[in-house]
């Protein structure tokens, strides 16, 4: 946040979970490593009747566990808490806005940006109460958290509550993925080199695959957890937006239109799943008992907050199509889910066969050709090459130009919360959600919703640990394939 010294971050929401764990301390290094600027100033608000020394005792109590011993120092973290203040305000009661009009009133004409990390319920309500104060600016902007609404309708309802207030060009849609790095690296991978585009088609690709695997449970996030599920949770966000921003055409420049019209484009061309095609397109899975990384978990219907007997999915698989002149014909399997043997998320892009071997085909061989984009953990890029094994014959096997980030690079790795607010604090929309992309990814999804209600089936279960129902290697060797880990 180097170039802007100036602003005012105000955290509806700052006891929460997200405010405590990412937000603040994403916004501490940013303090920490932009010569702790004077001009922040940072307001916390929430119900909870709190002073502010009570709120800084209970920020600082929870950054320890969220910031590494060797990163807090005690001097820049006292220096960063002159900056923050907190007022119980709810945000259920607009009227209590007034409150803020004093605290705005001794800076007034600064960038303003107003994070709201409650139930989208109140986004709309918030707004309002917000303008009515006159507390929006033309250098106001909102920040949305996800999920925003269930559905279309409920998705737009918010959506048309925030416009009222706001101009689309003040509002950001967070999806982290979109600010993590190795995601922004996609970018610059595939519009800064130019070996890539010949290749990125169907002509050469055979197929994609894209997974977000994860260790964790529901984490007590029950309440919000079981009405949506892994599809609303996962896919209509951050699958889908991997999934734009691997298909798109080059957008003609990195601005936030041009990018923003070109995912959009990708999600309209989405086949539509529905009831017809749902069982040969997708697979719902629900984790029992098991053990992650050696220690034994509780099933998903047992954990916190959980009703008994609930048919809510924690993993799924899809097979995707984006029915354009580029990817005709070329699946793209995507895949996540809760209590998976490891945390890891990954783009795998396999290319298509040579058209006539005249190597003896050997079987360590295996997929000769693909490009691996490591997420998480282990951020890099692999490409796999058929090369001669050294000595007697002509026995290949596939080996990997590996670049490793944390190798190449030795600068310490943003977290995802830290470059998206330093980029609304800047006012780039880029790497947020516009409104129509939204709406379109729900337009996606809400039919395989629809159709699993049809099917009325229950999930198919999956042992803790494990990779998943064994329906969805089944979904995939229908096209004669099967994921990485297990080709
Ligand atoms: C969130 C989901 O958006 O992403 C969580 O609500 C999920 O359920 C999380 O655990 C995964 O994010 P990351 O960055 O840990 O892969």
């Known amino acids: 946040m180097s170039a802007l010294h100036e ?35 940072i307001l916390g608000l929430a119900r909870r009747a709190l002073g502010r020394d009570e709120y800084l005792a209970l920020l600082s109590d929870n950054c320890r566990q969220f910031i590494p ?36 009133a ?16 109140l986004f709309g309500p918030i707004c309002e109460g917000l303008s009515r104060q006159g507390l929006v600016t033309p250098l106001t902007r909102v920040v949305l958290e996800k999920p925003l609404g269930h559905d279309c309708p409920s998705s737009e309802a918010i959506n048309a509550a925030v416009g ?51 260790q964790v449970g529901v984490e007590g996030r029950g309440e919000y957890y079981d009405p949506s599920g892994a599809l609303r949770d996962m896919v209509q966000s951050h699958m889908l937006q991997l999934l734009c921003i691997l298909a798109m055409e080059p957008p003609t420049s990195i601005d936030a239109d041009a990018v923003r019209d070109e995912k959009l484009k990708v999600l309209r061309a989405l086949r539509p799943i529905s009831a017809a095609n749902i069982k040969e397109k997708t697979v719902r899975g629900q984790y029992r008992a098991g053990a992650v990384d050696g220690k034994p978990v509780a099933g998903y219907l047992d954990e916190a907050g959980i009703p008994p007997g609930s048919h809510t999915e924690t993993y799924v698989a899809i097979k995707a199509e984006v029915d354009n002149w580029r990817w005709s014909g070329v699946p793209f399997f995507l895949r996540t889910g809760k209590r998976l043997p490891e945390r890891m998320a990954e783009i795998v892009i396999n290319f298509r066969p040579v058209p006539h071997a005249i190597l003896p085909a050997s079987p360590a061989a295996g997929e000769p050709n693909r490009l691996i984009i490591r997420l998480q953990p282990d951020e890099g890029v692999k490409l796999f090459l058929l090369v001669k094994v050294p000595g007697e014959g002509m026995k290949v096997k596939p080996v990997a130009l590996d670049l490793d980030f944390a190798e190449t690079f030795h600068n310490r790795q943003w977290e995802a919360y830290e470059r998206l607010l330093t980029e609304v604090i800047h006012g780039n929309l880029t790497l947020f959600m516009r409104r129509d992309e939204l709406a379109a990814a729900w337009r996606w999804v809400d039919p395989i919703l629809d159709g699993w209600r049809a099917l009325d089936e229950p999930p198919k279960p999956y042992t803790a640990g494990t990779w998943g129902p064994a329906a969805a290697s089944a979904l995939i060797l229908r096209d004669g394939l099967a994921w990485r880990e297990e080709g």
């Open 7 to 41: 602003f005012d971050l105000i955290f509806f929401g700052a006891t929460g979970d997200l405010a405590q764990r990412k937000l603040l301390p994403a916004l501490y290094y940013a303090f920490r490593d932009n010569g702790q600027p004077a001009g922040w100033r």
């Open 106 to 121: 001794q800076c007034d004409g600064r960038v303003r940006v107003f994070y709201l990390s409650t139930a989208a319920r």
């Open 164 to 214: 009222a207030i706001f101009p689309e060009r003040q509002i950001f849609r967070i999806d982290h993925y979109l600010g993590k790095e190795p995601v922004q690296n996609l970018l610059a991978l595939r519009f800064g080199n130019s070996i890539f585009e010949p290749l990125w088609n169907r002509g050469s690709v055979r197929d994609v695959q894209i997974t977000i695997a994860e």
């Open 69 to 104: 011993a060797d990163d807090l120092d005690g001097t820049t973290w006292d220096e960063f808490c002159t900056r923050i203040d907190y007022m119980p305000v709810d945000g259920t009661d607009p009227a209590g806005f007034a409150a803020l009009k004093d605290w705005f």
